[in-house]
T-cell receptor, first 111, second 121 residues
Framework: KQEVTQIPAALSVPEGENLVLNCSFTDSAIYNLQWFRQDPGKGLTSLLLIQSSQREQTSGRLNASLDKSSGRSTLYIAASQPGDSATYLCALQGGSEKLVFGKGTKLTVNP | GAVVSQHPSWVICKSGTSVKIECRSLDFQATTMFWYRQFPKQSLMLMATSNEGSKATYEQGVEKDKFLINHASLTLSTLTVTSAHPEDSSFYIC?????????????????FGSGTQLSVL
């Protein structure tokens, strides 16, 4: 059974800092990995999707990496802004279409 | 990008009543929709997979008679929480896959609704 762990559970940084969010998983037989952003009381916004054959994806100030052999993924956010404050979720898709989510990292970027 | 509309955004109901949540794909046909539930400080957990025109597939531990799912069209799936109790209070969110795109394209991203916060008194 796939288990997804996200560390840290919460993170508070000053504006402008570069930061890394971590995601680890127990079963490397994945189809893809996605990073989502969730704002309070709202749905999920897909940020980056990494196929199992890929090692990283970039979108603007975001960069996500995937290392299946070690069961890890990181989300790097450059030059953080207060608008980046949200909960970031890591989710893995296995052979079926089901997504297995981590509990998320709550990020607060202070002005 | 693809849009999934979910209503209502929040609902408060009395114990014993039923609540219906709608999930609509606005600009694509969703052959498959997924219903998730999230308790406070917990991860999103898949409840059931809904396929258009067929019965939903429920995850282990999810009561199919309590959480009724209907996916009668390619753009609409509904989740009805029957005889709701306080322990059913949770954040419910749907997602949909665009059935019109080929493999390897952005359809592998699942598009999520905005979620429904259910509070049962």
């Amino acid at each position: 059974k796939q288990e997804v762990t996200q560390i840290p559970a919460a993170l508070s940084v000053p504006e402008g800092e570069n930061l890394v969010l971590n995601c680890s998983f127990t079963d490397s037989a994945i189809y893809n990995l996605q990073w989502f952003r969730q704002d309070p009381g709202k749905g999920l916004t897909s940020l980056l999707l990494i196929q199992s054959s890929q090692r990283e994806q970039t979108s603007g100030r975001l960069n996500a990496s995937l290392d299946k052999s070690s069961g890890r993924s990181t989300l790097y956010i450059a030059a953080s802004q207060p608008g980046d404050s949200a909960t970031y979720l890591c989710a893995l898709q296995g052979g079926s279409e089901k997504l297995v989510f981590g509990k998320g990292t709550k990020l607060t970027v202070n002005p | 990008g693809a849009v999934v509309s979910q209503h209502p955004s929040w609902v408060i109901c009395k114990s014993g009543t039923s609540v219906k949540i709608e999930c609509r794909s606005l600009d694509f046909q969703a052959t498959t929709m997924f219903w998730y539930r999230q308790f406070p400080k917990q991860s999103l957990m898949l409840m059931a997979t809904s396929n258009e025109g067929s019965k939903a597939t429920y995850e282990q531990g999810v009561e199919k008679d309590k959480f009724l799912i209907n996916h009668a069209s390619l753009t609409l799936s509904t989740l009805t929480v029957t005889s709701a109790h306080p322990e059913d209070s949770s954040f419910y969110i749907c997602s949909a896959r665009d059935g019109g795109r080929g493999a390897g394209s952005t359809n592998e991203k699942l598009f999520f609704g905005s979620g429904t916060q259910l509070s049962v008194l």
